[in-house]
């Protein structure tokens, strides 16, 4: 799918001594990792409750809504039975400008991956919108890894690069995160921006670009 590699020696000083990568790049404050028996090895240790709570704190934080995205308005939309043997639900979440998506693994109620969904005609339809889009993305990102709100605007770029980015997808600090656009009957693109926790070995195994090796090379 895509491929690995680390800074090194690309890495700079800054003015307080620290390499460019600990400068500018954000680290997870908490452990939001849980080994699991999904395809790729790891889920974000927390129940959709606690995901939703900790996501509206910092939301709000950030100048989002009340109530936008309140944890009585995810929806069971199915429950399935992988190929691994795992029974995962899967929900989402109207705000009626976008739907947030969560997959949960049925028996420890551990979240396996979340996105956020907008149409291409939304998300094109004003700056302020897709800024806020970004928003969200970055949001549910900072969130479930374990990060904190400075890190919001980091996370919320790197979704925008992945639109743009040949793959759609980048690896960044046991998380993958993916960008795919899907066309209904009537034509409409949804575009789709996922969080999917995944183990270092995944990186390598699938290919899969590194963040930090992409912004170094096309950011600098």
């Known amino acids: 799918m895509i491929f690995c590699a680390s800074c090194g020696s690309d890495s700079k000083k800054t003015e307080s001594g620290a390499t460019e990568d600990e400068a500018n790049y954000p680290k997870p404050a908490t452990d939001n990792f849980l080994e699991g028996k999904t395809e790729t090895g790891l889920v974000y240790n927390m129940n959709l409750d606690k995901f939703t709570t900790e996501f509206n704190s910092m939301y709000l ?18 429950k399935e039975k992988q190929t691994n043997g795992l ?52 949001t549910i ?38 960008y795919s656009g899907e066309n209904d009957s009537s034509g409409e693109t949804t575009m789709l ?17 590194d963040y930090k090796e992409y912004w170094l090379g096309n950011k600098k």
């Not at 900072?142 to 980048?170: K, P, R, S």
């Open 193 to 209: 921006f996922r969080t999917i926790p995944a183990k270092k070995s995944i990186e390598a195994e699938w290919n899969l670009k």
């Open 61 to 78: 934080r950030l100048g989002g809504k009340e109530g936008e995205f309140s944890y009585k308005k995810w929806k069971l939309v199915r």
């Open 141 to 178: 990102a900072a969130v479930a890894g374990g990060y904190g709100e400075d890190d919001v605007v980091f996370f919320g770029n790197l979704f925008v690069d992945t639109i743009e980015e040949e793959e759609h997808c980048f690896w960044y600090n046991n998380s993958i995160y993916l």
């Open 87 to 138: 029974n995962y639900r899967y929900y989402s979440l109207d705000s009626g400008q976008m739907v947030l998506t969560a997959t949960v693994d049925d028996e420890s109620l551990r979240i396996v991956n979340l996105g956020c969904g907008i149409t291409a005609k939304f998300f094109n339809s004003a700056e302020n919108l897709r800024q806020k889009v970004m928003t969200v993305c970055g």
